[in-house]
Every structure is written in C-alpha cells, then in structure tokens.
C-alpha cells in the first residue's frame, strides 16, 4: 500500500511511516491474518508498507457454551426449556450438544466452526480505520468528508495478490495507480501490478523510494563536490537525516557566495546557511569557512545550473540580512538591552526573561560559593546578567538556534572577558546527551543554573511531563545538568541546588515545596538511570546506587563505577548474596530496613556472634572514611572482606531463636551490618550468575 500525500515535513515522515507499519501489523495479528514481517520505506510524498499476506484467515473452532450443565437437564435426564432455548437459538438439536468444561465447572455447549474470512474483505474494512488511527502534532481538512491526516491524501495505491483492495478515504478510492516524480516525470501516473513492478516504475520515474539509498546518495555526492571543490565538507548528521525526507530524487548543486560576506562569523554563516536554506559549509584546511556552499536539490543533473543561479541569489539575500544584524546590533551594549528582557514572558505563571535573569544571578552565585570558586563569582554573575540580551537582537529573532551564541560573540566585540563571553555563548549546551558540555567552566555553571532555574519553575507550577508528552523539554534539560556535572566532574548537591533555586521564585508559586522537591527527585532518578545505563553500565549495578546517591550525579558515577570493577570479585559476589539474605530476613521478621540498631552484647551465646560484632566495628569506620575520600572501591573492598565472619555466622547461628530476647538481638547485628552496606550502595539489586 502507498499512501500518496502532499509533501509531509520531513521531521514528520518517519514517524509517520512506523505508525502506519505498527497499525498494520496488529491489525493483521487480531484478525488472525498471517505474514511476513512488513517493510516500510516513505518520501516526503508517499507513505508504503509492503508484506506477504495469506489470501485468507484460517478456518477454526470456538467453544460456544449455554447454561450450566446441572439446569440443562432435569431429573429424568430430559432437557429443560433452558437446553431448549439454548439449541434454538443455534438452530441445532440437543443431541448435537455436549459437556463442555471450564474453570467455572460444566456447562452445556458445543464447538462452533468458523470459516476464515478473506484477507481482502478484512482489509477493505480495516485500512481505513488505520488511516484515521494515525497521529500527528498537527492535521488538515481539506474536502467535503473532513477527514483529518497530516496532509492532503491524493492517491492510495493498495493490492494484494495483483489486486486492487477495494475502499475510499477522503474522497480518495484505493487503486494500482501511483505517480512518478512531480517534476522530473512530470506528475505521471504509474500502473502497478505488484511490488517489484512497483519498485521498477518508481526508479524509472525518477524516485528513490528507499530512504537508505537517498542517504547513501546524497553523502556520496557531497563528498565528491567538496573533493572536487578541493574544501572539507563540514559535517551535520540531523541535515542529513532531514534532506533524507525532503527530496525524492536527491542531487547535490554546488554554489559560492561574495567573499565579503566572510567578515561575518563562521557561527552566522553556517546558520545562516542551515537553518533556512539546508545548505552544507565547506572549509578549508585549517577549518574556517570559505565562500562555497552545497544544496541538496529534488532534480537531476541536467537542471544544476539554473538551480545553482537561483540558490545563489537566495543566500546573497538571506547573508546582507545577517551582514546587516551584525553592524545593527552591536551598536547596543548588552548592558543595554538586559531592561528590554521584561516585555519577554518566560513562562505563564513564571514572570519575564528578566525575573528569570536576576534568578540566574542568584544560582550562579550559589554554585560558585558551593564549589568553592570564590574567583569566578564577579565574573559569572556579569555572565548570568547579560545571558539573555541576545533574545532582543535582531539576528537572534531571524537566526533562533544562534541564542546564546551571538551573546557570547556580542560579548567578546564590545570587549567583556573571556569569562563572561565563553560563558554566553555555551550556556544552552548541550542540547542533547551526544552535544558536548560547555569546555569552560563559567559556561557549565551558567548551562546548570539556565537549565535548572526551568526545571524547578516548571515543577514548581505542576507543569511536570506525563507520558510521552514534554512540551517544555524537561527531560532533555534535567539530562543536560546531570551530562554537565558529570563531563565537568562538579560534585554539588541536587537537593540544595533544587531548594536554593524553589526559594527565588518566592511569591510565584503556590505549590508545598516537599511535594514539588519529592516530584523533582522522582524524575531526576529515572533521568539519571538512563545516563547511566548509555554510558554502558548494567541495569542492577545502576539500580544499586541511584537510589542511595541520587542527589550527587558524579558520586553516584563513582559508586558504580566501584561496584562494576568489583563484581567479578568471588568475596564481592559472596556478600552481594549475603546482603540479600540479610535484607529479607529484616523484612520478614517484620522490621524497617533502617534505623537504630540496638545491641546487647551480653546475650551474645557463641563466638561467632562476637567475631562478627567485632568486625563490624573495626570496619565500618574504615567504609566510612573511604567514602568521604569517594574512594568507593577501597571500600567495597573493606566490605567484601568480611565474607568469612558472614559466612561463618550463618554457618554457626540460628538467627531467629526462640529466645525473644536472643532472636532481637542477633536481628540488630545484622541490621547494623546492613547499615554499613546501605552507606554504599543497595548491592540486593545486583544479580549474581548461578555457579
């Protein structure tokens, strides 16, 4: 089937295209229709999915019961009028019925034999609901039926066995009609019989129907134009993806723009270039941009040339536009555009950019105090002040990706210091868990503080994600804290950071800050458990520390870092299991996992109890000195050390004796042996391979 559309936003196709696979696939499965796995493949104007179907559903039984068995038949064995209605009803005589058993004891019934459909009636029927299953941010009505899709449908291809399955969708009737590519065969229409006619008619009518050829194109032909242009293709992987599903027929033009336009800076140019025309930068050999540039282009080659004018002209427009920003804005002192951040909402409820500014100046400052860095204190608050003025230029309101950016660029032109500038111009880094940190230290702290003075605002309003659903992006920002402090290797507290940032809101929010931290703490462990999980540790060794060190990211990095050296040790493995044991007897015995534990030395009855006691005191200091140092493998060490008093205690001692007093007191010396363990991590969560 290929559903033919108006061109779909190309961030929009693929998403769309799985849709319609997995919308397929579980209709096919509830309806008993048996395939082979369903391809997809899609272009910004047609959606497909292709598979082999069975012709029909086949045959079956289904187990049809009446009333219970004991009222189906009275006490002469002759069958009552409950039996009567019951074989009425299926038009069959009581001797066709039997005995049918169930979890609910016996009934009357009968096997009911059930001829499978035709695949093809079945999907007549069900494609479309299919179609109109699909989901989209956003869809049009178009035509009388007001039916709602993500764009105009103009044709629907869909056959089975060379066959036209029948059914109509938005005024649109399914056929073996599809259509070749809009310009290069000039909208012609294509008569299929099956897929490899299918495919054969599309390439000969100039469409690359698979989305992994067009890539492979389309990076083919950049290499070799900035081979021949003898420049560096600067590389850009979501371009890529995104021209994948704006061209159906990808070809690469090369271009060059006036020289002059390079006293710009590099960032505008290659935005410039990017965000509005899908252009690819080229480069010297020592990485600074030159006057060329490459469009991937929905054509061939015998148009290039009249392309190339008309993409050239476009940008000679679009860069006397950035040229013209640049000499405009900085005319204005940052200083001097940080009032005008107050007719700019930041977010219903929360104020303006520059109540969130003077916040800023508030986080930056605590972090700078917390970590002990008295010396960037002056010059990062300037940084914190100033961050945002950029959102009042002219450039930063055509070019939206370069906020932040131009800031820093502004910065360093009107001569603040490298401090203040660098920090500018990477505080909204990173944008993603593959985007590097900022390099510079006033940049990290001012990405943390932007990213959590947004997170807490948000939770502190009950703006908290739901599902799949995350408008304000909170999970990207919470990842991109937790990347900084660790990448920056900045050991600070999450708990203080979220409580310092709660209380600049002061009189904004209404909500308990207990709730609203406890929410926070939630999400910032599921947040953290998949940081760690992509850096490649394991499920359980995650598991084990995230809930104990949650609040401190790079003590938590560490902990597991120690517990996953460790796990290959046979003692560390013993007492993992030992641990184990320990926490369910507790449990079992009824009593909290922490708290005090209260032991009574004199009813101690064997010299085991004693060694283990011993033990315990002599290395619990030693685990804590260790992990107040972070040396967390020292002190797992210690830990797995105490295998043999462990061992020989279970070996020896009858922990729930039935002395009240005894079985107590044996139950405390394991609880302050848990104490210990529970400083480090939770190591029952780590999974021990049987022997």
Known sequence: MEVGCEEIPAR?????????????????????????????????????????????????????????????????????????????????????????ETTKGQYLGFEKKIVGLATEGILSAELPSILASLEFPKSMRWEQSQFSFIRPIRWILCLLGGQVVPFVIAGVAASNQSFGHRVLANNASISVTGSDDYKRSLEESHVILDPHKRLTKIEFDLKLQALNSKSNLLEDKSLLDTLVYLNEHPAVVSGTFDSEFLRLPQEVLVSAM????????????????????????????????????????????????????????????????????????????????????????????????????????????????????????????????????????????????????????EHYRPTTLEDQSPQSMGGALLSVADKLDSVVGSFS????????????????????????????????????????????????????????????????KERLRYILKEYGFRYDEVNSVVDISFDNPLDCLNRVKAIAAMRGSADFASVSQSFKRIKNIIVKAGLEIRGDANINTSLFDCDEERDL???????????????????????????????????????????????????????????????????????????????
């Not at 917390?370 to 230029?393: F, V, Y």
């Not at 950016?405 to 032109?413: D, T």
């Not at 000195?625 to 020989?648: K, N, T, V, W």
Request: positive net charge; hydrophobic residues 40%.
């Open 274 to 425: 990017r965000e509005h025309q899908k252009y690819f930068s080229l480069l010297d050999g020592q990485g600074r941009i030159l006057p060329k540039f490459l469009a991937v282009v929905d054509s061939d080659e015998g148009h290039l040339d009249k392309i190339r004018a008309g993409h050239e002209r476009v940008l000679r427009a679009r860069l006397a536009d950035a040229s013209f920003f640049w000499d405009v804005d900085r005319k204005v002192l940052l200083e001097d555009r940080v009032d005008k951040l107050r007719r700019i909402t930041f977010q219903m409820g929360l104020g303006t950019v520059l109540d969130k500014t003077n916040r800023l100046v508030n986080l930056v400052d605590f972090q700078a105090r917390s970590l002990k860095r008295a010396e960037l204190r002056a010059e990062l608050k300037q940084a914190a002040k100033l961050c945002k003025a950029d959102l009042t230029t002219e450039m930063v309101r055509e070019f939206t990706d370069l906020q932040g950016i131009m800031g820093g660029l502004y910065a360093r032109s009107q001569g603040l210091s490298e401090l203040v500038a660098s920090a500018i111009y």
């Open 613 to 691: 006691q011993d033990v315990i005191r002599r290395i619990a200091p030693r685990v804590r000195r260790a992990s107040r140092r972070g040396h967390y493998q020292l002190a797992f060490e210690s830990m797995a050390s105490l295998r043999p008093q462990i061992d020989r205690f279970f070996d020896k001692v009858l922990v729930m004796a039935e002395d009240p007093g005894v079985r107590q007191n044996r139950l405390a010396l394991l609880r302050s042996l848990l104490q210990v363990f529970l400083e480090l991590a939770d190591v029952s969560e780590i999974v021990v391979a049987a022997a």
């Open 12 to 100: 929009l196709v693929e998403d769309t295209v799985e849709q319609l696979k997995l919308r397929l696939s579980e209709s096919l499965s509830r309806n008993l229709i048996k395939h082979d796995p369903i391809r997809s493949c899609a272009s910004p104007r047609r959606l497909v999915v292709m598979s082999q179907l069975a012709a029909r559903q086949p045959d079956r039984t289904e187990v049809v019961t009446g009333p219970p068995y004991s009222a189906a038949f009275d006490q002469d064995h002759q069958p009552t009028g409950a039996a009567r209605g019951f074989a009425s009803k299926y038009r069959l005589d009581i001797d066709q019925l039997g005995v049918v």
């Open 461 to 524: 309003i009950g703006l908290i994600p739901t599902g799949s659903k995350d408008p304000l992006a909170l999970r990207r920002q919470t990842m991109g804290i937790i990347k900084v402090l660790l990448d920056k290797e900045l050991s600070i507290s999450f708990r203080k950071l979220f409580l310092k940032s709660y209380s600049l809101y002061r009189t904004k929010v209404s909500r308990d800050v207990s709730v609203s931290l406890r929410e926070f703490e939630n999400f910032l």
